[in-house]
């Protein structure tokens, strides 16, 4: 940040929707005065830093003032409950916390630690006073504490340091997408998550770095926020690429200005890439990563994603690509060539560990490998592809089932919009296949049935369906699997 402040400190920076609120000479200068506030606020480096707020442009600066200060910044995504927000800052021991003002006051009434309101004249002191030079930190530094989404109990910290920063946004434009000062980052997904890990290479570069009014994601502004900038890439988990598509069918238009739309964070269903890819054109990349090697696991090239002439284009674009510059990539007990097992990764972008987790890194990390909990396989050419999570793997009279095959069946007939498939207790089988199903016109069991078995074997047809109008999602857009168990009894 300083050295693109030094040299092109007047490019456009920082966009409240499509209002400049600052160039890169001014967002330095208020981060550097928000490091020198909390430096007189007595934190050090290696302190926490909390901020629970949507996506706003002060998130921007905060991200950068905590940085500048030497401190670790431990984002929480605004849609938590305050609760939850709580006992993140109390696992991470952070000393201070920043909260957007609609969230201040119910933050403040669970924490010990102050709570700054970035809406208020407060935080806006804090940017005008006296800036500070970076203070010195080493590459294994700690900078970030990133807590998973926890659907499954409490979230774990992740422990991510300078260097996996570095090398997650410096595999950017090697294996994602380049970037150049002509560009901007839109920030509609949580900035709490996968997309504030893209800040850095946008800073590096001067790229733009646009916040809708929202603070959030709707269709209709992302698309005229691209349209009226230009040239802008964002994160997107894949429903959120299902409802920008239905967005922009309904309006009739086709994505002007949208550079490139990064996707992933849960499975992308061959269906949906193929239809988004024929309305808005060659504008998307897949990566895979986790928390625990951010955003930096595989990707999904444009080619690749648009490619419709390879005679395997089919399996690569049900693939989550190569692996990525940074990381090896293999397959657990793989004896051979597309052999499936759990994903294996190391390299610079794989973190130290958990946060005062001992007992859960040394079950996730063994011997510098990480295991990432996904079952998925290898082919000859190295594009990796996910088969599911070991953990929704479904036994059925003794034979695996892995639910993504049957989703992405069942997504391949018209009237079915979205679905979810789990294993349901059976005193016959072990387990059933069920599906949860969100159809978009009339549709009956016995036509999903029936076009299950044109298109997969029959031991994995659902034995039983329930039609929904939705299906429950967390805060990033990853279905609850759990909650759907629990439906089932």
């Known amino acids: 940040m300083q050295r693109t402040a030094a040299r092109a400190g007047d490019a456009p920076a920082l966009l409240a929707g499509p209002r400049l609120v600052a160039d890169y000479a001014g967002f330095y200068r208020q981060a550097s005065a928000l490091a020198g506030a909390l430096r007189d ?4 480096p290696g302190d926490r830093v909390a901020v629970f707020a949507k996506n706003c442009v002060e998130y921007l600066i905060v991200f950068y003032g905590v940085w500048l200060a030497g401190a ?26 920043f909260a957007s003002g609609d969230l201040a006051g119910g933050l403040s009434a669970q924490v010990d630690v102050s709570v700054v309101d970035i809406s208020e004249a407060g935080f806006a002191a804090m940017l005008v006073g006296a800036g500070m030079e970076p203070v010195p930190r080493e590459a294994e530094d700690l900078c970030w504490l ?30 994602v997408d380049p970037v150049t000062a002509a560009d901007a980052a839109l920030y509609a997904a949580p900035m709490s998550h996968g997309a504030g890990l893209y800040l850095s290479i946008h800073v590096l570069m001067g790229a733009a ?105 089919r399996e690569r674009l049900g693939s989550v690509g190569r692996a990525q510059s940074v990381v090896e990539v293999a397959i657990e007990g793989a004896a051979g060539s597309d052999a499936a097992g759990e994903i294996m990764v190391k390299g610079a972008s794989v973190m130290p560990g958990y946060w005062l987790n001992n007992a859960a890194t040394d079950k996730t ?43 992405e069946a069942l997504l391949q007939h018209p009237g079915v919009h979205e679905v979810s498939v789990v294993g349901r207790a059976s005193a016959e089988w072990g387990e059933d296949v069920i599906a949860f199903v969100v159809a978009v016109d009339a549709v009956t069991e016995a036509e999903l049935n029936a076009f299950c078995l044109e298109n997969i074997a029959r031991f994995k047809r659902p034995k039983g369906y329930v039609f929904v109008e939705d299906l429950p999602k967390n805060n990033y857009g990853k279905v609850l699997k759990t909650e759907l168990r629990a439906r089932l009894g």
């Not at 605004?78 to 006992?87: Q, T, V």
């Open 41 to 44: 606020a007595e934190i050090a």
């Open 72 to 97: 670790i910044v431990v984002p929480i995504n605004g849609k938590l409950h305050p609760k939850e927000a709580a006992w993140i800052i109390g696992d991470s021991g952070a000393k201070l916390a």
């Open 146 to 175: 990133f807590y998973t989404s926890g659907t499954t109990g409490q979230p774990k910290g992740v422990r991510i340091s300078n260097a996996m920063v570095m090398a997650a946004s410096l595999a950017y434009p090697v294996d």
């Open 209 to 313: 770095h646009i916040v809708p009014d929202s603070g959030g994601f709707e269709p209709a502004e992302v698309l005229e926020l691209s349209a009226s900038h230009g040239s802008t890439s964002m994160f997107m988990a894949p429903t959120m690429v299902r409802r920008l598509l239905d967005a922009a069918k309904a309006a009739e238009v086709r994505g002007a200005g949208i550079k490139t739309i990064v996707y992933g964070g849960g499975p992308m269903y061959l269906a949906d890439i193929v239809e988004a890819v024929d309305w808005f054109g060659p504008k998307f990349v897949q990566i895979y990563g986790q928390g625990e090697c951010p955003m930096s696991i595989s990707a999904l090239t444009r080619a690749d994603v648009a490619d419709r002439k390879h005679p395997r284009w």
């Open 365 to 407: 990390l063994r011997d510098g490998w990480l295991m990432t909990g996904d079952v998925g396989r290898l082919d000859v050419d190295g594009y990796l592809t996910l088969v599911d999570r070991s953990k929704d793997l479904i036994i059925s009279g003794g034979t695996n089932i892995y639910p993504r095959e049957v989703e």
